[in-house]
Nanobody, 115 residues
Framework: QVQLVESGGDLVQAGGSLRLSCAAS????????MRWYRQAAGNQRELVAR???????YYVDSVKGRFTISKDIANNTMYLKMNNLKPEDTAVYYC?????????WGQGTQVTVAS
């Protein structure tokens, strides 16, 4: 089973940028898809973006045009570039992946956007 570790979360001012990383312990080449979720305090976890095996991407409406999901197969890493951050983007961000062996989740990384 693949293990995932997120990094890159930080405190940033509104309008700023961050890049989150999700490092996998094994090759991500055969994964069905990889996703970024986030969970704000008191809220349910929500899907933010996903990237399929073929590279196709999807974004929740609230982040379209501001966030970019990508993956580096050579380095077994997925990224989430976040621009023009807003206070409502404040949350713990989790990466997950799906493979023939099941789903795996990272431990989360905190993103805090100050107004």
């Amino acid at each position: 089973q693949v293990q995932l570790v997120e990094s890159g979360g930080d405190l940033v001012q509104a309008g700023g940028s961050l890049r989150l990383s999700c490092a996998a312990s094994k090759s991500i080449l055969s994964l069905f898809y990889m996703r970024w979720y986030r969970q704000a305090a008191g809220n349910q976890r929500e899907l933010v973006a996903r990237i399929e095996r073929n590279g196709a991407t999807y974004y929740v409406d609230s982040v379209k045009g501001r966030f970019t999901i990508s993956k580096d197969i050579a380095n077994n890493t997925m990224y989430l570039k976040m621009n023009n951050l807003k206070p409502e983007d404040t949350a713990v961000y989790y990466c997950m992946c799906s493979s023939a062996y099941g789903d795996a989740w990272g431990q989360g990384t905190q993103v805090t956007v100050a107004s």
